[in-house]
């Protein structure tokens, strides 16, 4: 019994150094060590002006996201490829499957999206607000009305309104777009009475007004209803990455490119929240 334990454990012992040998020549490479092999970052992206945008006639790009994760990748030697656009609600599944290595657009930071992913440190933040057509003057006196059946809310499938309806305005009935639908959509359903209100950032209302004005109004102006980081994501586990990132990021905003770039894109003064520098706090 003694000889066969010792030769079954020997065995063992041999199979285990052939499945720990094959686990690491069969580990899939990072991000990070396929980025500087091969001297490229690969970026998915989402519309969304002025963070991202890209012309229907030349394919060109530019934005704010755009225009920091460019230079990024140069101070660091390395290009930058656009490779598809993605919806709000699947550009995760994107970074897990190993389709793209970052999102172009930054987004906004939040417990249920850093279950599956890393984010850089903030560029700036952006507040949220609570949009109503320009004469509906139902909300006015409190907010918290909109907690009540006979009321919807205009949201879109993975995007932030769909999650402070869920958090904050469960009562409510939603109407709810699909993920490829866009923020525009969702501002269009309410002109459209097609939904009572819906939660956006003020320069996305910006750009919709142009094209229809005054036909919505800020029914949460003394206090928002949320304050986001927006932030580059990657996929989780990425810490090579992430440190990589965020000392470029550092650099561009010590040397005054990054609010550079902010000031130029900015849809209107003070829209944007700037990062207060660390030796300033």
């Not at 909300?139 to 907690?147: A, E, G, Q, Y």
């Not at 059946?149 to 995007?159: C, F, L, N, Q």
């Not at 980081?229 to 040397?255: A, H, R």
């Not at 849809?267 to 660390?278: E, M, N």
């Amino acid at each position: 019994m003694k000889l066969l334990f010792s030769l079954s454990s020997a065995v063992a012992l041999s199979l285990l150094a052939l499945g720990a040998t094959s686990n690491v020549v069969s580990a899939a490479e990072s991000a990070y060590d396929r980025i500087l092999r091969t001297g490229t970052i690969r970026a998915a992206y989402a519309t969304y002006p002025p963070l991202l945008i890209k012309d229907s006639n030349t394919g060109k790009f530019s934005g704010l996201g755009f225009e920091v994760l460019e230079l990024t990748a140069k101070k660091l030697g390395l290009k930058l490829q656009m490779t598809e656009e993605v919806s709000w609600g699947t550009m995760i599944e994107g970074l897990r499957t190993n389709r793209y290595d970052i999102l172009a657009c930054p987004v906004w930071a939040n417990a249920t999206r850093s279950r599956a992913a890393y984010f850089t440190r903030p560029l700036f933040y952006s507040v949220i607000h609570a949009y109503a057509r320009t004469s509906d003057k139902r909300f006015d006196s409190d907010i918290k009305v909109l907690n009540d059946p006979k009321y919807k809310i205009a949201t879109m499938d993975g995007e932030m309104a769909e999650m402070i309806t869920q958090s904050d305005f469960p009562k409510a009935k939603r109407f709810s777009l699909p993920q490829m639908s866009d923020v525009p959509d969702m501002l269009m359903s309410i002109a459209m009475k097609k939904a009572d209100v819906t939660f956006a950032e003020p320069n996305a209302v910006f750009y919709f007004e142009k094209h229809n004005p005054n036909a919505l109004r800020d029914i949460t102006p003394k206090r928002p209803l949320r304050i986001f980081p927006n932030v580059f994501m990657f996929n989780i586990g990425e810490d090579k990455l992430k440190s990589m990132l965020n000392t470029t990021l550092d650099e561009i905003s010590n040397d005054g490119e990054l609010d550079s770039i902010i000031n130029k894109y900015e849809p209107f003064k003070g829209d944007y929240l700037r990062v207060a520098a660390p030796y300033q706090r």
